[in-house]
């Protein structure tokens, strides 16, 4: 049977007719059928009707779907009811889709636009979950429809129904008790009377007064509805909300603490964390889907959502915020009458109003005149729930004109009210930093900006950040243009997408160009509409305020720290909306089902001509992109990939631009100070506080568990690393461009471009006859070629961004990873990048290098050279100022002349160096020079040296640098040394490989893997390590390289347990430690001595995409395997904290790279003091005892053996030259 493309239709089901349902969700009759959008799946054809027909309320149908081809999907709202076996989840899923067609509604009617708009927020949900219940009858729809209009009113003055059987109903609603009655559907009206009268009196109890005129109302409207019907069948008295008295309900509820959001219900059970997990999951789903609905401005729809769970058997997943969204949706319509019937619901759930609740019903009141009643009934049930006042405009967050209506509602039945004072700010009572809190603030560094200037940089990244993306050139020099690139450049101008029923100019090399780059994830990109929101006038005009502290001609905030004056500024902002707004966080399953189905779109609406390269192909459009499949090892993935036609015009075009998100783009002013865990860094890019694995969330539930005073130190480290501003050195810039551009040099680290990839062997005609060697030397050409792509673009990236800002300051904003190392978020071109990277950039705070920054930067050269690591610092500069004709040669010709600086380890920096010394020494007054360079300080086997603190270990302290010496003690020197005596040995005992690597170990052999024994690296790790290494001696015979790196890497770990006993101890003790954790079924968390929760996100993979991902087993293996390391690193990070922190209260600049410090040549001594200082704060404090303790009572019931410690002495790190150098 052939069906009109115009309706939908619906799949048969056994022994039922036939329906149709139009696309726009309203039912159509055809044939025999009489039913409206019963139950059964739903085929959604391309086209839509221009008919408007009413759709009936109680079919789900009838609200609406995408035009989207050849889709089958369950019908969620059949008549299973609350009897549905998914409890109500198949219903949001289905209200996700709803909002899915009033997006396409608004944005067109065709299924091709490409309009990136934030009504697209919830249309990808569906899921297993979409099983229908029951089928039922119209029969049953009928009623359902008679109880969804009885529950969602206050009041309902009479539900008629007829013909109504209610055998199928038991299904759905079971009766409390069977009474006799002449007619079943007599009882279903009596008992629909008999909960309205129950509404009665509980308004009755509330207020009698009240509750009298409604009645007086509901006898008045019955009277006209009388003599309307004349003998019709009557209505019954009952009452409508007033629309100036809240309906609340005070049954004795307990007054809590403030800021308490819920009370227990009884039957409530005490949830354990995993299941707080799934249901934090649920919750911001649910909460996604209600911000979606607000922001439509449908609380209509919003509300209908929020019943659905709110009525269904997981209203314990729903709390007060998930009612706040829909109070806050219609306090801006000044709906009191829902706002009151919300009240109730939260009371009927066993939840508590708080302060969010309070003021949404205040701003509903606000935009009402005359009701001083409800707005004193109001205040008073606040003060009964133990809130204040006051605390509304201290606590709250608002939005648009929200602050000025509750105002204006309070001063209605208090005129005199003021606004309260800021509160006073809490102190960190860390023992790490009270002389840190204590102290008074130096002043910032000042840039040579004025506030005009500050201004106009704010102003240009608020609109960068506004666009989204940002086009940049290629500093990649231009193809000539050929015929072809001509022509494909007239092509892409006369492209177009086909969008909304209509031509716009927006091609498909526009949409590609948005698109995330090679070898990067798509989540940013896909996850645009959700993150875009204008800033608003208040928003801007404090940020402006923000930035003034910055320009010399200010010195106001010189008290503050950058949060605290941020705070300062909050709380003085008066009316206007918040500054600081919390955006709602999209659960990741969500936002991956999201971001599949807009590639899913992209995919189906880019289109190009077939015969755009050929014309005498036959003219139709073909898909730019299209699907494909590959192995990666063992597992085979989906790509998404551009059709080769698109790809030929593409580099025929010969492109000169990139096009990055703003969030890869450095800062064009000083970042927003971190408050709390969801605002800072970015003033409209969302950017988390702690990077996590996608879908684990537990980070994010430990940081808003957390008290917000306990993370003011970590808030305060970042800010300080963010705070610091850079400038683009532009001679080294410059020179690495034009090598960039001259084929590249891989000796430097220049990557080559694909011109000088290798060239694959010539292949016979039939590819099946290639040996193992040909397929081998194919293969390999192939890896190379795609390794020389991959170096070659990530360099043009950067140096194409370094090259954008060259003539600007920027500034990185920083945040951490889960063990609170930090790092700065735009990820291409930033201080943690290579060599290259590292040697442009400069502070852009200049200061005088003093009488012994001059010999700090010669020091500084010669530590970048490699040459003499095991000398002490004193015989360093007299090996800089011996070479002093190479450095000047090297700074003057760097191409041209000797050539010295390329034959250094870090040959780019070293160049710079050279050239800040070049102009230094040529300066008349050295010492007054204006140096901008950083001088950096590292760690010696930093991990190592923690492990050594915390163990007390002589030993491993004097190997490490802890201990004062004369000459810098290297431990990969060592170890390689006592290797080399344990070879010795076996050789004389006539162990063959022992006897194979004589003259073969070295330090460059043992350091890597001694480098990272204290990161956990395992014994099959450090073999490939050693093979790696033993590969590269030329001389080494290859058939002995399994065997040797197999002995190398077990000498290796006998000389590290017999040199750092204490190391090997503490590790062991922490990997049984989470062993025994992971095999009880929990992750392992600890908290850092700056009070950092922190919880290791290593769970069993998993074949399918679940929505409770961190509900998953721990991995027991990689639990173990990574404890130790992860928690050196939280150590490591603390202590580089610490001495930002310090570093901040003696005025210096200060960034880190981990374990290296920077800061300028005439502040080194400076910092390497504080450093000294916090090391030893640091490990003054009981760590292990602390982390036992914490161990002990979060998962165990006894304690565990305790173990001697050494005799190291903490204070010498104080008077150590070369723990950090």
């Known amino acids: 049977m052939e069906h009109p493309p115009e309706l939908l239709l619906c799949q048969r089901q056994e022994g039922e007719e036939q329906r149709y349902l139009r696309e726009d969700g309203a039912a159509a009759r055809c044939g025999s059928c009489s039913g409206r959008g019963g139950p059964g799946a739903i085929l959604l054809p391309a086209q839509r009707t221009r008919e408007q027909e009413q759709p009936e309320q109680g079919c789900g149908a009838a609200h609406g779907l995408p035009a989207y081809p050849e889709r089958v999907l369950p019908c969620p709202w059949g008549p299973g009811g609350p009897s549905c076996p998914q409890e109500g989840q198949c219903r949001l899923s289905w209200s996700l889709l709803w909002l899915w067609a009033e997006a396409v509604r608004s944005l067109g009617r065709e299924r091709t636009s490409m309009s990136w708009c934030p009504l697209i927020a919830g249309m990808l949900l569906w899921s297993p979950g979409w099983v229908l219940g029951p089928r039922g009858s119209r029969h049953q729809i009928a009623v359902l429809k008679a109880r969804v209009k009885q529950l969602q009113a206050t009041s309902v003055p009479e539900v008629t129904l007829t013909k109504v059987e209610l055998a199928p109903l038991q299904e759905v609603v079971a009766p409390r008790e069977r009474e006799e009655s002449p007619s079943r559907t007599s009882s279903w009206v009596e008992k629909l009377k008999r909960e309205a009268r129950i509404q009665q009196l509980k308004v009755e109890q509330v207020s009698p007064i009240i509750a009298s005129e409604l009645a007086l109302e509901a006898k008045v409207k019955n009277k006209a509805q009388g003599k309307v019907k004349g003998k019709g069948k009557k209505s019954p008295k009952t009452k409508t909300s007033h629309a100036g008295s809240p309906n609340i309900h005070v049954h004795g509820k307990p007054t809590g603490a403030a800021g308490k959001e819920a009370v227990t219900a009884p039957g409530r059970r005490v949830l354990d964390n995993k299941e707080s997990s799934q249901f934090k999951i649920l919750q911001q789903t649910i909460q996604s889907n209600l911000e979606c609905f607000a922001f439509l401005q449908q609380p209509e729809e919003a509300e209908r959502l929020l019943l659905m769970y709110h009525r269904s058997a997981k209203r314990k997943v729903l709390n007060v915020s998930a009612y706040n969204i829909v109070m806050r949706s219609w306090a801006r319509k000044g709906r009191l009458q829902r706002i009151n019937y919300l009240f109730s619901m939260l009371e009927s759930a066993g939840l508590q109003p708080n302060l969010d609740s309070y003021a949404a019903a205040l701003e509903c009141l606000g935009r009402n005149p005359f009701c001083t009643k409800s707005i004193r009934r109001y205040l008073q049930q606040l003060q009964h729930d133990g809130f204040h006042v006051d605390e509304l405009f201290q606590k709250c967050l608002f939005e648009e004109d929200e602050k000025e209506k509750v105002l204006k509602a309070v001063r209605m039945v208090h005129p005199n009210y003021q606004l309260p004072p800021a509160p006073s700010p809490q102190t960190c009572s860390s023992s790490l930093l009270q002389d840190f809190y204590s102290r008074k603030m130096v002043p910032y560094p000042k840039l040579d900006f004025s506030v005009q200037e500050l201004q106009e940089?704010?102003?240009?990244?608020?609109?960068?950040?506004?666009?989204?993306?940002?086009?940049?050139?290629?500093?990649?020099?231009?193809?000539?243009?050929?015929?072809?690139?001509?022509?494909?450049?007239?092509?892409?101008?006369?492209?177009?997408?086909?969008?909304?029923?209509?031509?716009?100019?927006?091609?498909?090399?526009?949409?590609?160009?948005?698109?995330?780059?090679?070898?990067?994830?798509?989540?940013?990109?896909?996850?645009?509409?959700?993150?875009?929101?204008?800033?608003?006038?208040?928003?801007?005009?404090?940020?402006?305020?923000?930035?003034?502290?910055?320009?010399?001609?200010?010195?106001?905030?010189?008290?503050?720290?950058?949060?605290?004056?941020?705070?300062?500024?909050?709380?003085?902002?008066?009316?206007?909306?918040?500054?600081?707004?919390?955006?709602?966080?999209?659960?990741?399953?969500?936002?991956?089902?999201?971001?599949?189905?807009?590639?899913?779109?992209?995919?189906?609406?880019?289109?190009?001509?077939?015969?755009?390269?050929?014309?005498?192909?036959?003219?139709?459009?073909?898909?730019?992109?299209?699907?494909?499949?590959?192995?990666?090892?063992?597992?085979?993935?989906?790509?998404?990939?551009?059709?080769?036609?698109?790809?030929?015009?593409?580099?025929?075009?010969?492109?000169?631009?990139?096009?990055?998100?703003?969030?890869?783009?450095?800062?064009?002013?000083?970042?927003?100070?971190?408050?709390?865990?969801?605002?800072?860094?970015?003033?409209?890019?969302?950017?988390?506080?702690?990077?996590?694995?996608?879908?684990?969330?537990?980070?994010?539930?430990?940081?808003?568990?957390?008290?917000?005073?306990?993370?003011?130190?970590?808030?305060?480290?970042?800010?300080?690393?963010?705070?610091?501003?850079?400038?683009?050195?532009?001679?080294?810039?410059?020179?690495?461009?034009?090598?960039?551009?001259?084929?590249?040099?891989?000796?430097?680290?220049?990557?080559?471009?694909?011109?000088?990839?290798?060239?694959?062997?010539?292949?016979?005609?039939?590819?099946?006859?290639?040996?193992?060697?040909?397929?081998?030397?194919?293969?390999?050409?192939?890896?190379?070629?795609?390794?020389?792509?991959?170096?070659?673009?990530?360099?043009?990236?950067?140096?194409?961004?370094?090259?954008?800002?060259?003539?600007?300051?920027?500034?990185?904003?920083?945040?951490?990873?889960?063990?609170?190392?930090?790092?700065?978020?735009?990820?291409?071109?930033?201080?943690?990048?290579?060599?290259?990277?590292?040697?442009?950039?400069?502070?852009?705070?200049?200061?005088?290098?003093?009488?012994?920054?001059?010999?700090?930067?010669?020091?500084?050269?010669?530590?970048?050279?490699?040459?003499?690591?095991?000398?002490?610092?004193?015989?360093?500069?007299?090996?800089?100022?011996?070479?002093?004709?190479?450095?000047?040669?090297?700074?003057?010709?760097?191409?041209?002349?000797?050539?010295?600086?390329?034959?250094?380890?870090?040959?780019?920096?070293?160049?710079?160096?050279?050239?800040?010394?070049?102009?230094?020494?040529?300066?008349?007054?050295?010492?007054?020079?204006?140096?901008?360079?950083?001088?950096?300080?590292?760690?010696?086997?930093?991990?190592?040296?923690?492990?050594?603190?915390?163990?007390?270990?002589?030993?491993?302290?004097?190997?490490?640098?802890?201990?004062?010496?004369?000459?810098p003690q290297d431990v990969y020197s060592a170890v390689a040394q006592q290797v080399e005596e344990f070879r010795r040995k076996d050789a004389e005992h006539g162990v063959k490989i022992a006897q194979v690597l004589q003259g073969f170990i070295s330090r460059k052999v043992v350091k890597q893997t001694v480098m990272t024994v204290v990161y956990g690296v395992t014994r099959y790790g450090g073999r490939l390590q050693m093979e790696k290494r033993l590969k590269e001696i030329d001389d080494f015979p290859e058939e002995y390289l399994w065997e040797a790196s197999h002995y190398l890497v077990k000498q290796v770990f006998n000389s590290i347990k017999e040199m750092f006993s204490a190391t090997r101890d503490i590790q062991n003790w922490l990997t049984e430690s989470a062993k025994l954790i992971a095999q009880s079924g929990q992750t392992v968390e600890w908290v850092t001595p700056l009070g950092l929760p922190i919880v290791q996100p290593y769970y069993l993979s998993q074949l399918l995409l679940s929505p409770a991902l961190c509900c998953r087993k721990p991995d027991t293996v990689k639990q173990k395997n990574a404890f130790p390391p992860n928690f050196i690193h939280s150590l490591d990070s603390t202590h580089m904290m610490l001495t930002a922190l310090h570093c901040l209260r003696q005025g210096l600049t200060f960034v880190s790279v981990h374990d290296c410090y920077w800061t300028h040549a005439v502040t080194v001594d400076v910092m390497n003091q504080v450093c000294r200082q916090q090391f030893v704060a640091l490990h003054s404090e009981k760590i292990l005892q602390d982390l036992s303790k914490f161990m002990l009572e979060k998962y165990c019931r006894y304690s565990l053996r305790s173990r001697a410690w050494g005799e190291f002495n903490l204070q010498n790190v104080m008077d150590s030259t070369y723990f950090f150098s």
């Open 457 to 967: 940089c704010f102003q240009k990244q608020l609109e960068l950040e506004m666009n989204n993306t940002i086009t940049i050139e290629s500093v990649e020099s231009s193809k000539p243009l050929t015929p072809q690139a001509i022509k494909a450049v007239k092509l892409r101008e006369r492209w177009g997408c086909r969008s909304a029923g209509k031509q716009e100019q927006s091609s498909p090399q526009d949409l590609w160009e948005g698109a995330p780059h090679r070898g990067t994830q798509t989540g940013g990109f896909f996850s645009r509409p959700h993150r875009s929101h204008p800033a608003n006038p208040q928003q801007q005009h404090g940020w402006s305020h923000w930035l003034t502290q910055f320009s010399p001609s200010t010195s106001q905030p010189a008290k503050y720290l950058p949060r605290e004056y941020w705070e300062k500024l909050v709380a003085e902002a008066g009316f206007g909306p918040s500054l600081d707004l919390k955006n709602c966080s999209w659960s990741y399953m969500l936002l991956m089902r999201l971001g599949m189905h807009m590639l899913e779109l992209l995919v189906q609406a880019v289109k190009m001509p077939r015969n755009i390269l050929s014309p005498r192909l036959e003219p139709r459009l073909i898909p730019a992109l299209y699907h494909i499949y590959s192995f990666r090892s063992s597992s085979q993935i989906g790509l998404i990939k551009p059709h080769p036609i698109f790809c030929q015009i593409m580099s025929d075009a010969a492109e000169t631009t990139l096009t990055f998100n703003s969030s890869a783009i450095p800062m064009l002013c000083p970042p927003v100070p971190w408050t709390s865990p969801h605002f800072g860094a970015f003033f409209l890019n969302d950017t988390n506080l702690m990077r996590f694995v996608d879908g684990a969330i537990q980070h994010q539930l430990l940081l808003e568990q957390c008290p917000l005073v306990n993370l003011h130190p970590v808030l305060d480290a970042l800010n300080q690393l963010g705070n610091c501003a850079w400038k683009i050195n532009q001679p080294v810039l410059d020179i690495i461009i034009s090598i960039f551009n001259d084929k590249g040099n891989e000796k430097l680290d220049i990557p080559p471009p694909m011109s000088e990839a290798p060239k694959p062997p010539a292949l016979p005609g039939n590819l099946s006859a290639l040996d193992k060697a040909q397929r081998h030397e194919l293969l390999l050409c192939k890896k190379k070629a795609a390794e020389m792509h991959s170096l070659r673009v990530d360099a043009l990236y950067k140096l194409s961004i370094a090259n954008y800002v060259r003539d600007r300051v920027f500034w990185f904003p920083h945040n951490m990873d889960f063990r609170g190392r930090t790092y700065p978020c735009p990820p291409y071109f930033n201080h943690l990048g290579n060599d290259v990277i590292r040697a442009i950039l400069l502070f852009a705070e200049g200061r005088p290098l003093g009488p012994k920054g001059l010999d700090w930067l010669k020091i500084h050269l010669i530590n970048l050279t490699g040459l003499k690591k095991k000398n002490p610092l004193q015989e360093r500069l007299e090996y800089a100022n011996e070479i002093m004709e190479e450095i000047l040669d090297s700074a003057d010709h760097p191409l041209t002349g000797r050539k010295w600086w390329m034959n250094t380890d870090e040959p780019w920096q070293a160049l710079a160096c050279c050239m800040e010394i070049t102009k230094a020494s040529r300066s008349p007054d050295p010492a007054a020079y204006i140096s901008h360079f950083p001088i950096h300080q590292d760690g010696s086997c930093n991990g190592l040296q923690h492990y050594a603190a915390l163990g007390r270990d002589l030993i491993g302290a004097i190997s490490v640098n802890l201990m004062p010496c004369d000459v």
